[in-house]
């Protein structure tokens, strides 16, 4: 059925007939995910509520925003992307999450957690002021449903008087399973269907609607079909439990193993994420005041056994970013120190947080920032190339950035005694541990070399593992031909290594990053020469000035402006 | 009596000698704000409560942070800063806002809003874990209750277990009136005592108590020391009513004119929201499609009229600085042409936001930065010396700086047409209108020459009036002596001028900016310059890497990075 039906057929099919839909789509998930990787579990969860939303309203005149978006590929589907669907997250391919530029059937990108509310109630206002009618819906799992975002937008629906429909998609889950005292208010209501409880959320200006059995596919067209004539006089809530992996039943069993999942046969590298979990639990055993913290993301940064070794000292707060950062900043000036650990284009929200709350007073909090650099299959939404840039803008934060995983290891054991903020970041996957180096102890803006030439005309300086080994395979190609240059390991992007920047006496400083070129490491590296009045020739090597869609790592990093085919062809022209 | 109490004294003070010193805790915040500016009316609403919670608990053992700090003066006042309280806001003197550098007694900075509930579960767990026996106590006004930061703090008070007390300073105000579904939620119970609010506040595991008239002293004083007992076996809300500008007629009856005053006979400057104003109402005029949006701010940014003369297309969403950012975002998906006003130091909360809603679906959003540079009196929390840096990274985003109030004008008539997101940054005061200049129109990232010297040996690029002001000024001084130099106006940070910067003749190129080093103006001109082989030498002045203190914007400007004088001889040492 599914590779017939056009989307606006669907109104027309029985009841028998969407039932088989809904298994070909959860087939078709299944397989797909099993070979490109991508979110298993929230999308077989959320089947029956998108059948029966296509059932009712009229897509794309009616507009629907996904929350983060880890519950649309039932909607792509069923939009007019099956042919393309076996290309999914793969450079070119279907993204894993909604994009305007895809089909007109998504109406707003997303990949970041609470804007589908937000961008509702906008999208409601704007058909209003234009005369169009339309209906307007955010589809937002409980895991979001607890970020501040969400409620600030709650808190502006009577002020912007749009109508809209918010489906809550309750399977007790994020990633994690769901925190937190908002998702007490919303569970008590699930579970005992709590009148204060539903009387709180009718006070935002929303009508209150539950749904027992958010999978069962009549169920669910019976309460579509309600809340579309109720949205006619003002704002729904429509509150479904559904389980996370339904159908499957490892996934159902196991919903945060299988929330996101690679490939089957895809290689296990060691991880960042590992020498994290491992590091933290040896210095918090030698130290009582190590605590940490975490947005939601506990298991996929390594910490789950922090959380069983020490559970008093390991919060995680659910997907609440800023708030966690002033919970370290906090800690920390009452005589804690946190480690906060997150995702790099995760912490874009605790920005202000990280200025105002832990630099300006110069709070002992170690920032552990995951998945920075290019991110790959997940894409523009979810790159981790601007951290490097918007952290050295802040005064009194240092930022640390290992070549490998023991480099990080060793890292973490500074950080311990470190009195200042720090960040460290770091990719997902290790892939070598450099034999090279000085072997020297980490200190606080202090470089190392790898390797030394004899002719002195070209220095590269990389930071960052990936970064590194693209400098040393450089090397390698350079020596075969006769060249040479210096290698050297910018542990710390800031502060700079001043010392060694001083003493240079190559003719060519070559910077190399994996971060965005305005305002990254090379840009720091730059105007410390040029301020100093050093007589060298700079070039920086970092990723130009868009964002990056999804694909492979390397190939994005080449394409981007990472290249190490053109990093050494620069080399030799200037070598030889 | 002020002059001679000691914090620990007060709890020894009969209920008259305390109504005493409540007098003239009010008279001595009313003097010195009329002599040196600051927050007065919400700083008069909260000496009762103050004087009680002195009464009641032991400072600086116990602990308290003000959310924001625009109620901390009565605090400040009563542990020992009477005698430095005639510095308020000046230059080495008391600060505006809690500071943990000036006093014992200030546990947590502010500035911001929405940290303190945070903050405050953040100081209890350290105590707990450090086995310190303290109480914890955070200070809100009812405009930072609406901020989604405070609803992630809420939710995570159950996580973390630790036991805290949050007054609730109800005043019906921000600095403009409070708006929003959680502020309704909040007023039904101080005006009908609603059962289920309560329970809804409740339920995030606060016990709940409430107080009428929060500006009688003996009701606040039972009040505080019921809290205080419950706090033993809970977390307790505190919700207070009080009067802003309580005890001065004029304060009471305009509380949001009388929110921030400036001091007594200060000049009145054209400023720049005068004209942000009047020329969004003639665009309104022109474009049904156009609206604007602010957090909390409508007077201050100048938009007053424009909300009585547009209401429905004029939305302000309280504190919300991330939901107004993704409001702009689905109303520009939605076909609108929607203006974000908002002071630089508060973007900084919308960063994610700008990034992921606006800038990655290149939505034509404007943001009009008001503020920008360094603001003054306000400090550290509140110097708006970041924006062109962390903008600047952000593919898609255009950013200008106008050179005056008419250049201003003439960006925003510029941007109604202009489909992508774009920046305008600015600072407060209007202080010349430029007669130089080639009177060429506003085109993207096209800048103008205010003057052509003879000689080509050094060209000054300046952006933004301030900068601009001391550029022609030192041109003066320089031309006075027989010397010379070119001088460009940067009407746009981003895009550069490329087609201006690869005909430069000049052996020196100056830049000079309003803003952070890192990542600023000059850095992205030095990475221009570089990447292109221009043989110039570049040197760049903007504010080195330190949190820039309260002071006169001139004296700071001079004194972090950009100096007339230094720039003046430098220039003189290259062209002599």
Redesign the interface.
């Known amino acids: 059925m599914l590779e017939k039906i056009a989307p606006e057929q669907i109104k027309n099919c029985t009841k028998n007939e969407l039932n088989v839909l809904c298994d070909e789509i959860r087939n078709t998930i299944y397989t797909t995910v099993s070979k490109c990787g991508g979110h298993l579990a929230s999308n077989l969860g959320s089947v029956e509520s998108i059948v029966a939303l296509f059932y009712v309203f009229d897509f794309p005149k009616d507009k629907i925003?996904f929350d983060v978006g880890h519950q649309c590929y039932p909607y792509k589907l069923l939009s007019g992307r099956l042919d393309r669907f076996s290309t999914l997250r793969q450079s070119g391919g279907i993204s894993g999450f909604p994009k305007?530029n895809e089909s007109i059937y998504d109406?707003?990108?997303t990949?970041?957690a609470g804007?589908s509310v937000?961008?509702?109630?906008?999208?409601?206002?704007?058909?209003e002021?234009?005369g169009e009618e339309r209906n307007v819906i955010a589809y937002i799992g409980d895991g979001s449903f607890?970020?501040?975002?969400?409620?600030?937008?709650?808190?502006?629906?009577?002020?912007?008087n749009s109508n809209i429909l918010i489906i809550l998609n309750d399977n007790g889950m994020s990633i994690s399973p769901t925190?937190?005292?908002?998702?007490?208010?919303i569970s008590?209501i699930k579970n005992s269907g709590s009148a204060?409880?539903i009387?709180?959320l009718e006070?935002?200006?929303l009508s209150y609607m539950g749904v027992k059995n958010g999978n069962d596919l009549e169920e669910m067209i019976d309460a579509v079909s309600e809340a579309k004539e109720r949205l006619k006089s003002g704002s729904v809530l429509l509150h479904i439990a559904t389980k996370k992996g339904k159908g499957y039943e490892f996934s159902e069993e196991n919903p945060t193993n299988t929330h996101g999942v690679p490939p089957v046969g895809a290689p296990k590298q060691k991880e960042y994420s590992e020498v994290l979990g491992e590091t933290l639990c040896d210095l918090a055993k030698e130290d009582?005041?190590v605590?940490v913290v975490s947005a939601a993301m506990k298991e996929a940064l390594g910490l789950a056994d922090f959380f069983v070794q020490y559970p008093?000292?390991a919060?995680?707060?659910?997907i609440?970013e800023?708030?966690a950062s002033?919970?370290?900043?906090?800690?920390a000036?009452?005589?804690?120190k946190p480690y906060y650990a997150i995702y790099s284009t995760f912490l874009?929200?605790a920005?202000?947080?990280i200025?105002?709350?832990v630099?300006?007073?110069d709070m002992p909090v170690t920032f552990c920032i995951d998945r920075a650099g290019i991110s790959g299959a997940d894409g523009?939404?979810h790159q981790g190339v601007?951290d490097l840039?918007?952290l050295?803008?802040?005064?009194?934060l240092a930022i640390a950035s290992p070549k490998d995983t023991e480099e990080f290891r060793k890292m973490l054991v500074f950080s311990k005694d470190f009195k200042h903020p720090l960040a460290i970041r770091y990719p997902r996957a290790g892939r070598v541990v450099f034999t090279e180096g000085e072997g020297k102890e980490i200190e606080l803006g202090k470089w190392e070399y790898l390797h030394r030439g004899n002719k002195n005309k070209a220095t590269l300086i990389a930071t960052g593992e990936r970064c590194m080994i693209i400098a040393m395979k450089i090397l390698q190609n350079l020596q075969k031909e006769g060249l040479d240059c210096d290698i050297v390991n910018a542990r710390f992007v800031k502060p700079l290594d001043e010392t060694l920047l001083n003493t240079l006496s190559s003719e060519y400083v070559i910077t190399m990053e994996d971060n965005?070129?305005?305002?990254?490491f090379?840009?720091?590296v730059?105007?410390y020469l040029?301020?100093n009045d050093k007589a060298c020739k700079?070039?920086?090597f970092a990723y130009r000035?868009?964002?990056i869609p999804q694909g492979s790592v390397s190939e994005l990093q080449a394409e981007y402006g990472v290249s190490c085919k053109e990093i050494e062809s620069y080399l030799k022209s200037i070598l030889a």
Do not use: W
């Not at 607890?146 to 912007?160: D, F, H, P, Q, T």
């Not at 919060?315 to 659910?318: E, H, K, M, T």
């Not at 002033?326 to 800690?331: G, T």
């Not at 000036?333 to 804690?336: K, Q, V």
């Open positions: 925003i305007r109406c707003y990108d990949g970041h804007t937000s961008a509702a109630i906008g999208l409601s206002k704007a058909a002021l234009l607890n970020n501040g975002l969400v409620y600030e937008a709650l808190s502006s629906l009577k002020i912007l925190v937190g005292g908002m998702y007490d208010i008590e204060e409880n009387k709180l006070s935002f200006g009582k005041g605590t008093e000292r919060f995680d707060v659910g609440c800023e708030n002033v919970l370290c900043a906090a800690m000036a009452g005589g804690l874009q929200r920005f202000d947080e200025i105002h709350d630099c300006a007073q523009e939404t601007f840039s918007y050295s803008l802040i005064p009194n965005v070129a305005f305002g990254g090379g840009a720091l730059s105007q040029l301020q700079i070039k920086t000035d868009e964002f």
